[in-house]
């Protein structure tokens, strides 16, 4: 179907380039196929050139020792399955010896060179060029600074740490030791994050006055990462405006371009808690609870039925469901969402005023039936959306629409990788920036990642004072 024809289907034109529901629009372009969005004319597409994969290190191969052989330890260290080459895992921190011997058989890595934890690898001088810190949230500071001060670069997951003091210490110790840390901001290396920023300096849309940004989390996610699971708790991980969308602070702050002053910040823990137990229900979804086949939170359905996040459980077989079952009556996945010891807020609305009286609204939801994310941005002389697949431009004076889309501008080599491609995308700039010994190599510098961690450490200060919070960069 030619754009035309769909657009007519869809009711959006009548006159001329007449848009009457953007909505309508962004979400019916997405359902284009790459095939009626290629046969756009080239006008109609934005276009910008995507990078490879391949990092270009000048013909060094960087070494690296993974710290939290976990979800996202794994993830960074199979950059170099890809390009052994450039980057090689020849070191492994972790207290799970199954995933700690997966690690060592998959790259190779010489048993002196395993470790049960952090604190062990860290008594030894250095072993390699990088350290990829993937431990859980509360376990990233001390090995950080600890790292920096043997001498090695950082690959970093966010959050930073759990203080907005802590993350200005990794800050001044990365000054002190001269060197490197990249915090996994991974949205900043998303080809159509890259691809938004570019069209939005390009000054198509003018001068960009105001963004809404919005991080549906998508029910079962929520209850599985914030409710039963690792992030449930705010003070043994971070408050879930850093845990979950520090991402997303630091997207609007890069997307405007200026320095964000003043925040303030809605939102509570809504739904799941123990007042809205339905009468009677157990405490484990598997102990026969009359409700399970209404409830959409219920364990059996996620974990069993759909197979979903099955990830956490170190399975040997996913598709064994008394294996399964037995994860579900014996670790906290299996409990009923309304009895979990959680305290994360489950609907979280920011407003922000930026320099030059630019402002933001972001709103983190536990409710929706998908993930993702949703962004509008206001311009001068034009408007964006999109939904992180495909974004649409208008042109005010003109009327007309150009998209990008995902479908259309990704490289085989993307194609499946995390966040966008973002992922990987950041493993490529981290490995040329220490290969180069130039952080500026990398979109997002520890300065700017603390940047926007403290605007989430000012909104959650203004969401339990009810007041709005200035945002202070330097302390
Ligand atoms: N950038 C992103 O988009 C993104 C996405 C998900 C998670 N994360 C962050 O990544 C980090 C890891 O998350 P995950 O999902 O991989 O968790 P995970 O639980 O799968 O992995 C963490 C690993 O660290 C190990 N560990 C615990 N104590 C340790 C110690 N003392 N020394 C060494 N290893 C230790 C654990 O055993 C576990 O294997 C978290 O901080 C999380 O918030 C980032």
Redesign the pocket.
């Known amino acids: 179907m030619i754009r035309r024809d769909f657009l007519k289907q869809i009711g959006l034109v009548t006159a001329g380039l007449a848009i009457t529901d953007p909505f309508a629009m962004a979400k019916s372009m997405a359902g284009m196929s790459a095939e009626e969005l290629a046969k756009l004319p080239p006008e109609e597409l934005i276009h910008f050139p995507l990078r490879s994969l391949r990092p270009d290190t000048g013909g060094k191969r960087i070494t690296a020792i993974i710290?939290?052989?976990?979800?996202?330890?794994r993830l960074y260290a199979s950059y170099a399955e890809r390009y052994p080459e450039n980057f090689k895992i020849v070191g492994v921190?972790?207290?799970?010896e199954g995933?700690r011997d997966a690690m060592i058989k998959k790259h190779g890595i010489p048993m002196e060179n395993a470790f049960v934890?952090?604190?062990e690898l860290l008594e030894q001088p250095k072993l390699a060029d990088v350290v990829v810190i993937?431990?859980?949230?509360d376990?990233?500071y001390e090995?950080c600074m600890k790292a920096l001060e043997l001498g090695y670069d950082v690959l970093l997951?966010?959050?930073i740490a759990q203080t907005e003091k802590e993350c200005r210490d990794i800050l001044r110790q990365t000054e002190k030791y001269n060197r490197i840390v990249a915090v996994?901001?991974?949205l900043r290396y998303a080809p159509y994050f890259i691809a938004l920023r570019e069209y939005i300096r390009s000054g198509a849309i003018g001068e960009v006055v105001n963004i809404q940004h919005m991080e549906p989390i998508e029910f079962a996610h929520m209850a599985h990462s914030y409710v039963r699971g690792?992030?449930r708790v705010e003070k043994e991980?971070t408050p879930i405006i850093l845990?979950k969308s520090c991402?997303d602070l630091d997207i609007m702050r890069w997307l405007i371009d200026k320095p964000c002053k003043v925040i303030s910040a809605e939102g509570s823990l809504h739904l799941f808690k123990k007042e809205n137990m339905p009468e009677g229900a157990p405490f484990r979804c598997t102990d026969g609870c009359p409700y399970e086949a209404e409830c959409p939170f219920s364990a059996m359905d996620v974990y069993l039925r759909r197979k979903k996040h099955l990830?956490?459980f170190d399975l040997k077989n996913r598709n064994d469901d008394a294996e399964i079952l037995e994860k579900l009556r014996t670790t906290g996945y299996g409990r009923c969402v309304f009895q979990c010891d959680n305290d994360q807020p489950d609907h979280y609305v920011t407003t922000m005023l930026f320099e030059e009286d630019k402002t933001a609204t972001f709103t983190m939801d536990a409710f929706t039936p998908w993930g993702g994310r949703r962004t509008r941005v206001m311009g001068t002389k034009g408007y964006i959306e999109g939904d992180m697949s495909i974004f649409t431009a208008w042109d005010f004076k003109t009327g007309k629409t150009k998209i990008w889309s995902r479908e259309v501008e990704e490289l085989e080599e993307y194609k499946g990788a995390g966040?966008g491609g973002g992922?990987l995308a950041l493993v490529r700039d981290f490995l040329e920036a220490v290969a180069a010994q130039d952080q500026s190599r990398l979109s997002s510098t520890l300065e700017a990642s603390v940047e926007s961690h403290v605007m989430g450490f000012a909104a959650e200060k203004s969401r339990k004072s009810m007041r709005k919070v200035r945002v202070k960069m330097r302390d």
């Open positions: 710290v939290g052989a976990g979800n996202r330890g921190a972790e207290p799970i995933r934890g952090f604190k993937a431990t859980p949230d376990l990233h090995p997951e966010k959050p996994c901001h991974v690792k992030w991980t845990a991402h990830g956490v966040h992922d």
